[in-house]
């Protein structure tokens, strides 16, 4: 596809299951970032690869979140344990210069 | 205090509206001024991207930032029920850094 896809686009869990989200960027970019979106507020920065690097983890907001892009291509989120408060959209931008260039996201409910 | 601040509205406007979007920085070091677009259920999409201070104009909309003040703005001429959706600006120095965003309403 043209454009960053996520998946899934709904996940609903209860509290304590581990979740992963996938995110598939666009082909080319060397660049993917995860922010978090909760309700009513802009995007908050969680992590940045550059190819297969982790080159800014200083976003995740606890050891509970875990992102990896081990080939350099898709990315996966991985929150263990999850709790209410982790409830948001969860998305995925990729770049090849300044503009980014955003997935539609994965809303996560824990209930 | 956040870094970037942004009223969240909701602003409700006419058709045919001129629409005036704003957001205030604290941050000296933001080189980078965006903004974004989003859509119900839909990640941001880049509307406009300006780099340090001055004006950008493309099609009905035009960016402006003033350094001076850490002030952006976003105008929106001729305004379209189309464009009703969820406004985020967004400041880079090293990471991008989002507003809350403004819920916009063009009523026909």
């Known amino acids: 596809g043209a454009g960053v896809s996520q998946s899934p686009r709904y996940k609903v869990a209860k509290r304590g299951q581990d979740v992963a989200l996938r995110c598939d960027p666009i082909s080319g970019h060397v660049s993917l970032f995860w922010y978090q979106q909760a309700l009513g507020q802009g995007p908050e920065f969680l992590t940045y690869f550059q190819n297969e690097a982790q080159l800014d983890k200083s976003g995740l907001p606890s050891d509970r979140f875990f992102a990896e892009r081990p080939e350099g291509s898709v990315s996966t989120l991985k929150i263990q344990r999850t709790q209410q408060e982790d409830s948001a959209v969860y998305l995925c931008?990729?770049?090849?210069?300044?503009?980014?260039?955003f997935g539609p996201g994965t809303r996560l409910t824990v209930l | 205090q956040k870094e970037v601040e942004q009223d969240p509205g909701p602003l409700s406007v006419p058709e045919g509206a001129i629409v005036s979007l704003n957001c205030t920085y604290s941050n000296s070091a933001f080189q980078y001024f965006m903004w974004y677009r989003q859509y119900s259920r839909k990640g941001p999409e880049l509307l406009m991207y300006t780099y340090s201070s001055g004006n950008k104009e493309d099609g009905r909309f035009t960016a402006q930032v003033d350094k001076s003040s850490k002030y952006i703005s976003l105008f929106i001429r001729d305004s379209q029920p189309s464009d009703s959706a969820t406004y985020l600006c967004?400041?880079?120095?090293?990471?991008?850094?989002f507003g809350q965003g403004t819920e916009l309403s063009v009523k026909p």
């Open positions: 931008a990729s770049s090849s210069g300044q503009g980014k260039f």
């Open positions: 967004a400041c880079q120095g090293g990471k991008l850094i």
